[in-house]
């Protein structure tokens, strides 16, 4: 089962800064994941919220300003005040943190809220200009995204859902993926079982409670993301014992 640092080291440090990545990095898990934004001025950003008052000073939705009015807010105090001063992360910088690791980069485009025009290609260009091509999984709500990422590029796609499908598989297929992200409570239903069975490569958010590993496996998902991946592994290596 493949573990994945779920918005970086996000039990630990403030969820999609620098810190947590940097944490992360570190780690022996197999990936990161993280959310990506566009600014005002057309900037790629990682932050998971469409508006910025959870997890920074500011206010207002990120596409409404800069990326320059974003760097003046503080992304860590809410977390806790050893990371005050923290910034919003532009996906450029989160890049360079990952370019000399094994990590596999797990990308959610946060297009479900807004379309975002031109993210998935900018999103595109920078993972190809730090060549980090073949280390990268693009993932969404907006499942139309994802249709076009997967007829367009040789970047490995899937589908997120929140949702308990009727035939997740061939859905899937239709739209040119069969990499399913599914939550917790999906992860137990016939849907995920099926589409396994089928052919489906399934991951599972959020898992932070050991108490589910067990039933995972024996539902046998190939991965979970966690905001503590440090806990999720050291139960993983105990199971394997």
Known sequence: MKLFAHRGYSGKYPENTL??????????VDGVEFDVHLTKDGEAVVIHDEK?????TGKGFVKDHTLAELKTLDAGSWFSEEW??????TLAEVLDVFRDTHHTLNIELKTDVFPYDGLLEEVIRLVAQAELSERVILSSFNHEDIAWATRNTSLTSALLTSQVLVNAYDYGRGVGT??????LPAAFRSMTSEAMRKGSVVYVYTVNDG???DGLKQVGVH???????????????EQAE
């Open 19 to 28: 810190p947590a990545f940097r944490a992360a990095a570190e780690l022996a």
């Open 84 to 89: 005050a001063g923290t910034e919003i992360p």
């Open 211 to 213: 108490q589910y590993l």
């Open 52 to 56: 910025l008052h959870r997890t920074t």
């Open 223 to 237: 991965g979970i993301f966690t905001d503590y991946p440090e806990k999720m592994q050291a139960l993983l290596a």
């Open 178 to 183: 069969t990499r399913l992200h599914v939550s």
